[in-house]
């Protein structure tokens, strides 16, 4: 296992500081504290640290990608919620800073509106986990415990 070697970030986009209240049906109970509360849990079994990063803005969202590369983040976990389907800037930010990366969507984008299905990081991330809410953050980490992600291929 190459865990006790990683260091994973999760970065959330704009509106899923509103989980738990937010769209239940489709994006489920638990709050963005509770999930972290669980994948710090997990990252301790796994021995891989954790750090957490939500915003609503672009920009620091890109700020906090840039300063991932200085913290030696091994991986990143994302979900850029609405930013999944506009940002080339965070798409750039992730190219610019080569750290391999595992896109993350709590409902199944293919499933919904027409402007949801096309991702600008889908064809740079290692891979891409959607439709199986929270657990989706939890099977991330477990494929990168696994060493089932390949880095900057
Ligand atoms: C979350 C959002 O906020 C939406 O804008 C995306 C994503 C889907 C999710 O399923 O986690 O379209």
């Known amino acids: 296992m190459a865990s006790n070697m990683a260091n994973v ?3 959330n986009g704009p509106n899923l500081n509103l989980l738990g209240t937010r769209e239940p049906g489709l994006y489920g109970n638990q709050t ?7 994948l710090t849990a997990l990252g301790e079994e796994l021995s891989i640290r954790t750090g957490f990063f939500q915003s609503n803005h672009e ?6 990608i840039h300063q991932a590369r200085d913290e030696s983040v091994s991986h990143i976990i994302l979900n850029p919620a ?24 709590l409902s199944n984008v293919h499933k919904r509106e027409a ?10 991330a290692c891979g891409v986990i959607c439709g199986f809410g929270p657990e989706g ?17």
């Open 9 to 11: 970030l999760f970065i």
């Open 115 to 124: 402007f949801r299905h096309h991702s600008y990081f889908s064809d740079i």
């Open 59 to 64: 920009g620091a969202l890109v700020d906090r």
């Open 137 to 153: 953050y939890r099977m991330a980490l477990l494929a990168i415990a696994n060493e089932t992600v390949n880095g900057n291929e």
């Open 32 to 38: 963005l504290a509770d999930i972290e509360e669980t």
């Open 82 to 105: 609405a930013y999944t389907h506009t940002s080339v800037a965070i798409r750039d930010a992730l190219l610019g800073v080569a750290i391999p990366f595992i896109e993350v969507h």
